[in-house]
């Protein structure tokens, strides 16, 4: 992976937006959710939405649960944040996820107009932060959330993931 200058659109008010100090708290919350989401089958991917140092929405995925092929924790902690605020445009909000977004949520979190993304891990296969694409930096997207990796969270992701997983092929050997 590249590392590159962060670029976006500016905060809209930048005492509301989470700084790199509180990354580490509100990952860790993300990190919460996602290990709740595999007590119900579900692939541990977790999601914070953070507005003025504090949280608005949690969720963690719940495609199995639901049988719902968009219901990523993403897309749910953002439709919860909407419904919380009263509100859909999530200008002051940051979005903190374990792994980074799918082009389904990274494109809610332009539709959303979130002000920043965080994630913990990147994701070389379905990543359209910085692994396969830059959606978040496209020009032709009318918002630029900007976005942070945070890399000390990286192992533990990615350790929560492959336990799920081991655990998974345990259960059901014929399963690919
Ligand atoms: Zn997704």
Redesign the pocket.
């Known amino acids: 992976m590249r590392d590159r200058p962060h670029s976006g659109a500016p905060f809209a008010d930048p005492t509301t937006i989470a700084r790199p100090g509180d990354d580490e708290r509100f990952m860790r919350e993300a990190l919460e959710e996602g290990r709740l989401a595999a007590h119900h089958g579900d692939v541990p991917i977790g999601a914070a939405i953070v507005r003025d140092a504090t949280i608005v929405a949690r969720a963690g995925n719940r495609r199995e649960v639901d049988a719902d092929p968009t219901a ?1 924790a ?2 749910l902690a953002i439709r919860e944040a909407a419904r919380v605020l009263g509100r859909w445009r999530l200008s002051d909000c940051a979005l903190y996820v374990t792994v980074e ?2 082009a ?2 990274a494109g809610a979190a332009v539709l959303a107009r979130v002000a920043l993304v965080v994630f913990g891990a990147p994701d070389e296969k379905a990543g359209v932060v910085r692994s396969v694409a830059e959606l978040l930096d496209a020009t032709w997207m009318n918002h630029h959330p900007r976005w942070r990796y945070y890399p000390p969270a990286r192992e533990e992701v990615e350790r929560l993931l492959s336990e799920f997983f081991t655990t998974q092929r345990r259960s059901s050997p014929s399963a690919d």
Do not use: L
Request: proline fraction near 14%; charge should be negative; include cysteine.
């Open positions: 990523h993403e897309v977004p799918c389904m949520c």
